[in-house]
């Protein structure tokens, strides 16, 4: 995907990009970041997806409307970016959930612990059990808006958070995480 | 739901099916009511739904990866100079 032209620019333009991305980057990052397992990567998906909505503003007018849209363009963005290193295998062991902390205090380490425990649960999902998850637990989005960032209808978004959610469950019961 | 006690046609498996719409209120009202009953009177299933809502409390409370201030800023950085096409004297930008 191309991902933009030099254009002239009205400042109020540029100002409506850096308030969506405020707004909304660590949702796109994080549905990024839950497919292509990679921190420069899921910068480059959101890089791409910020530009490509800066070419769409007319289209985003509709403030409801925004979220989705970012995050359903950061999702196919990224399945693009893993196609095209299929050859690459990921070890999910490697995943840094948080970044590396120095000596801190215990609950960090705990927390950081939890998080990457959840981290290997998730990436042992199907690629769409694991966004279906993402987008409604994670991030909170209505099951409608989950449907519309994956593109598929209310109910199939609603059994692939059913089974993501089952799936993480027995994978990490038993690990005194609750 | 066919038989006269619609409590009685809630099984444990038909339970875990129902989980998910019961978690997200999209069950009618009497089998909602229904699951309700089997829940209160079935250990199994009401654990299954206690560790249901933790792995989502997990998922909220842990499942984020967080972004430093750095790396938003770097982020901004590159997608505003994309976009405004400013700082870059020659900017190659592949065509579309
Ligand atoms: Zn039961």
Redesign the pocket.
Known sequence: MTTGMAIRVEPAALRLVEELFVIHVDAVFNVAYRVVWSRPDAEDVVQATFIKAFTRLDQLKDRDRIRPWLLQVAYREAITVIRRRRDVPVDPAEFPERRATGPGPDDVAVAADVASALGRALASLSEGERMAVVLRDVEQLPMREVATVMGIGRSAAKMRVHRGRQALRSRLEGQDLW | MVGDDPTAA???EL??EMLTDLMEGDLPAEIEAAALD??A??????T?LADTRAVQKLARDHGRIELDPDDRDRMLGAILAEVDGAPGPTRTTEAE
């Open positions: 809630i099984t444990c339970m875990a089997h829940l009177s079935c250990r199994a299933c009401e299954v």
